[in-house]
């Protein structure tokens, strides 16, 4: 099973500051990694896939990189609706399919 | 736009079975455009994939369930559906349908989720 190791847990920021989110593979997905935005109460919402693309509809403020183990969001400018929890997911090497234990984006 | 709408019962006692039901509406489960998943949340935590069904009907399951669940397909009734049996407290989460697009094992339309607690 694929381990997907998020960082930090939390991150206390600012409207208006970038923020890196950053998503470790236990072992090379190449470049199959998605990632989620939860805000509480909601279900996720697809933000990017396969790394880099962005899903229908997100701004462009929100943009993914990485490839083998490593990936981060970004985040460049953060709005008040961007304050929520961040999940990645990886479809490299399943079943089964596995999450991150997520990073929590917090008014500073 | 596709929409996801979740139900069932929302308390299962110990030891009995899970039954969920994900109605689709905006477009056709039959028009194997898209391919469908469950994944819940307990309380606080972070996201589970239970299981997922591509559009020519060959199903995974997450083996750390032991063989429990099992999602299938109505095609006349336009939804899908999950059995989660001999459930105990630890299966106490919020269950969300989710789909995405064929190949791309990814959710992006999702349920508005339903909290199944169990518990006698």
């Known amino acids: 099973e694929i381990v997907l190791t998020q960082s930090p847990a939390t991150l206390s920021l600012s409207p208006g500051e970038g923020a890196t989110l950053s998503c470790r593979a236990s072992?090379?997905?190449?470049?199959?990694l998605a990632w989620y935005q939860q805000k509480p109460g909601q279900a996720p919402r697809l933000l990017v896939y396969d790394a880099s693309n962005r899903a229908t509809g997100i701004p462009a403020r929100f943009s993914g990189s990485g490839s083998g183990t490593d990936f981060t969001l970004t985040i460049s400018s953060l709005e008040p609706e961007d304050f929520a929890v961040y999940y990645c997911q990886q479809r490299f090497n399943w079943p089964p399919l596995t999450f991150g234990g997520g990073t929590k984006v917090e008014f500073k | 736009q596709l929409q996801l709408q979740e139900s069932g019962s929302g308390l299962v006692k110990p030891s009995q079975t899970l039954s969920l039901t994900c109605a689709v509406s905006g477009g056709s489960i039959s028009s194997g455009g898209y391919s469908w998943g469950w994944i819940r949340q307990p309380p606080g935590k972070g996201l589970e994939w239970l299981g997922y069904m591509y559009h020519d009907g060959n199903t995974y399951y997450n083996s750390s369930l032991k063989s429990r669940v099992t999602i299938s397909v109505d095609r006349s009734k336009n939804h899908f559906s999950l059995k989660l049996s001999s459930v105990t407290a630890a299966d106490t989460a919020v269950y969300y349908c989710a789909c995405g697009s064929n190949w791309y094992e990814y959710f992006q339309h999702w349920g508005q989720g339903t909290l199944v607690t169990v518990s006698s």
């Open positions: 072992q090379s997905i190449s470049s199959y």
